[in-house]
């Protein structure tokens, strides 16, 4: 007897991606979602680091990229976070 396991599976993903949804909707309309989108943009447009990245799958800017990876860790330390970006961003010369 084949059990079917994808139904428990399917009502498991939609669960999940409503609560992604929800926890990224409640992110982008923080005050803390909102410095992080402004710290981000003086990322890009900063000629001092280096924001265009190549080698990522989903070909997200990287603001949005980085919008989108926060917006899904309800417990981040975004000055930390935002700290490890530019020093990992930061040009040398």
């Known amino acids: 007897m084949e059990q079917n396991i994808s139904q428990p599976q399917t ?3 939609d669960n999940l991606e409503a ?6 909707k409640k992110f982008y309309a923080s ?3 909102r410095n992080a989108r402004q710290m981000l943009q003086e ?11 190549t080698y ?4 997200l800017p990287f ?9 899904k ?9 935002m700290s490890n970006l ?3 961003t930061r040009k040398r010369g």
């Not at 609560?19 to 990224?24: E, F, M, P, S």
């Not at 990522?56 to 070909?59: K, T």
């Not at 860790?73 to 976070?81: F, N, R």
């Open 11 to 13: 009502r498991y993903q």
């Open 19 to 24: 609560y992604w949804n929800l926890t990224q």
């Open 31 to 33: 005050e803390q979602g």
């Open 43 to 53: 990322l890009v447009e900063s000629p001092e680091y280096d924001t265009n990245s």
């Open 56 to 59: 990522f799958e989903n070909n």
């Open 63 to 71: 603001r949005e990229r980085h919008l989108d990876y926060m917006s």
């Open 73 to 81: 860790q309800p417990h981040l330390d975004i000055t930390g976070y």
């Open 86 to 88: 530019r020093l990992m």
